[in-house]
């Protein structure tokens, strides 16, 4: 019996392992991406995303793959085709340049013959497979829910995370017509060990993505607001939230830091704002949650400034190092890190910021941790990698004479440093 035929439009850190499962399920299955760099490691069983669980996949499963940067040969055959491009917000206003691409691409090589589901996983805002992904690939030949079936799933997936690898994670699911949502429904339910839910309509669907993560925005600002307030009335934050953290209903703690980063929640919540104000409705509470994550970077650099006038060192003349450039433990994504724009903001004041990431070396200007911190005037916690915060003890700063420390992640031994004698200024304490 024939293989049912997979394509996979992007291969980046949500379509790389869903390639993996399906192929890992039997599927027959071909990925498209425009990078020619990524499809030849990827060719050569080498992962673009540092990753050790998706190495180790990729290592076994990566010949099952087909791989291409030409649509015609990606997409011939398939009788499923699943987008997975970035759909970014630039100047906070959704881009969909990427989407409409693979769309594009999809409606002049569709393979009309096995009337393909088409499936977006990209996160959009409601409407948008409807009223923009569909037109595109209609054209003016082609009929949904007769030529081809459009769904979407939004993605969901937690990058380094072995507690919640993309087959256990629940999913959401919606089509354009109910055979599309039976061929859908049958698709998720091979590969995926997990829930899978029904909506009544696309918009809805849509909807649950930029909702998941406009609420994780809403709430890390919450406590970014109370915690440059506690700093003021002298008030440990962290120790409140571990108060409040023992109410076993009606709470749940989110953690203050130095901004909000990564594809989703720095990103989604426009899509949400953009769409609301089309529709003649203005999101208040969830722009204002915008302005205060993205205030923070600028509020590590204001501690910066302060833990240095505390030392009496000049700004100019400060070694100042930043420690991670991801924008979350043990990945190598920096998109939107806070952690760049507080080097940003750092240089424009005539600071020469020493970076170092393990997993961003290509971004470190400093070889090891250790080289990074000896001699610092201050040192970022700007990312809570494992390996900091086991490594940064007060010992270790004491003995490589770290002046002061921003724990902008709230991670490291407050009261063993400031015994220590080394400054400590920590987020919301």
Not at 110 to 122: D, G
Not at 152 to 161: A, N, V, Y
């Amino acid at each position: 019996m024939k293989k049912t035929a997979v394509c996979i439009v992007g291969l980046g850190y949500v379509g790389l392992p869903l390639a993996l499962l399906c192929a890992q399920k039997g599927f027959d299955v071909r990925g498209l991406d425009p990078d020619r760099k990524k499809i030849k490691l990827i060719s050569r069983g080498k992962s673009p995303i540092k990753d050790r669980e998706l190495e180790k996949k990729l290592k076994k499963l990566g010949k099952k793959i087909s791989i291409s940067s030409n649509a015609k040969q990606a997409l011939e055959g398939c009788d499923i085709i699943v987008v997975c491009v970035p759909t970014p917000a630039k100047g906070n206003k959704p881009d969909l340049g990427p989407l409409k691409k693979a769309c594009k691409a999809i409606a002049e090589n569709i393979p009309k013959e096995k009337k393909p589901l088409v499936i977006i996983e990209s996160t959009v805002y409601p409407g948008t497979v409807r009223h923009v992904v569909k037109p595109i690939i209609e054209g003016k030949k082609l009929e949904a829910g007769k030529d081809f079936f459009l769904a979407h799933c939004p993605e969901r997936i937690d990058p380094g995370s072995r507690k919640w690898p993309i087959q256990r994670i629940p999913r959401v699911f919606s089509a354009f017509s109910a055979k599309g949502r039976k061929r859908g429904l049958a698709f998720y339910k091979r590969i995926l060990k997990a829930k899978v839910i029904c909506l009544s309509n696309l918009e809805e669907a849509e909807a649950v993505k930029v909702v998941e993560n406009t609420f994780r925005d809403i709430n890390i600002a919450f406590v970014n607001e109370l915690a440059k307030s506690f700093e003021k009335m002298g008030i440990d934050l962290s120790e409140v939230l571990r108060g409040a953290g023992t109410k076993p209903f009606g709470f749940m703690p989110f953690y203050p830091g130095p901004g909000v980063g990564g594809h989703c929640i720095s990103q989604d919540p426009y899509y949400l704002i953009a769409r609301a104000q089309e529709s003649g409705f203005t999101h208040r509470f969830l722009q204002l949650a915008r302005e205060i994550n993205n205030s923070m970077p600028l509020h590590v650099v204001s501690l910066i400034s302060k833990a240095l006038k505390s030392a009496g060192i000049r700004p100019e003349r400060a070694k100042v190092v930043v420690l991670g450039l991801s924008y979350k433990p043990n990945v190598d994504d920096p998109r939107e890190s806070p952690a760049i724009k507080v080097i940003e903001l750092l240089k424009r004041k005539g600071v020469k910021p020493v970076a170092f990431d393990p997993f961003l070396l290509r971004m470190s200007n400093a070889k090891s941790l250790a080289k990074a911190v000896k001699n610092a005037d201050c040192i970022v916690i700007a990312t809570h990698h494992p390996q900091f915060i086991k490594k940064l003890t007060p010992a270790f700063l004491k003995r490589n004479r770290v002046r002061a420390v921003i724990d902008a992640r709230n991670v490291l031994d407050k009261e063993g440093i400031i015994k220590k004698e080394i400054l400590y200024f920590g987020i919301g304490r």
